[in-house]
């Protein structure tokens, strides 16, 4: 199996299970994984968030999720709670179907660490 065709039944099985446990039927897309990603990092898990919260969840997932490839590094966290990360290395331009293909990357990468899905 190639490496994209891995990457796509890994992204496919990760969708279906995350849509099964965390939305009513519709499958979760590409941004609504990323926040739920910020949610996990956050740790605040039974909580209403706000607009600017909800973005701010999503900035944290992308720093989570892109610090293995070496563009951000976890920093502190605030007084809240919230995770800091700093930038390490300014992000290539990428059309975006290669950000999309990073992203889905990143999530599984995440995911499989986590040992949610292998």
């Not at 563009?71 to 709670?81: K, M, N, T, V």
Request: net charge negative; aromatic share 12%; hydrophobic share 40%.
């Amino acid at each position: 199996m190639t490496r994209d065709e891995q990457l796509k039944e890994r992204w496919e099985l990760l969708v279906t299970k995350l849509s099964d446990q965390f939305s009513d039927g519709e499958n979760l897309d590409l941004d609504g994984i990323i926040y739920l990603v910020g949610v996990q990092e956050l740790g605040q898990l039974h909580r209403s968030f706000k607009k600017d919260e909800k973005l701010n969840l999503m900035h944290i997932a992308i720093c989570r999720l892109l610090e293995p490839y070496g563009f951000y590094e976890f920093d502190f966290f605030d007084d809240d709670g919230w995770p800091h990360y700093k930038v390490k290395e300014q992000l290539p331009s990428l059309k975006a179907g290669e950000q999309s293909i990073l992203m889905k990357e990143a999530i599984v990468g995440y995911f499989l660490e986590l040992e949610y899905i292998n």
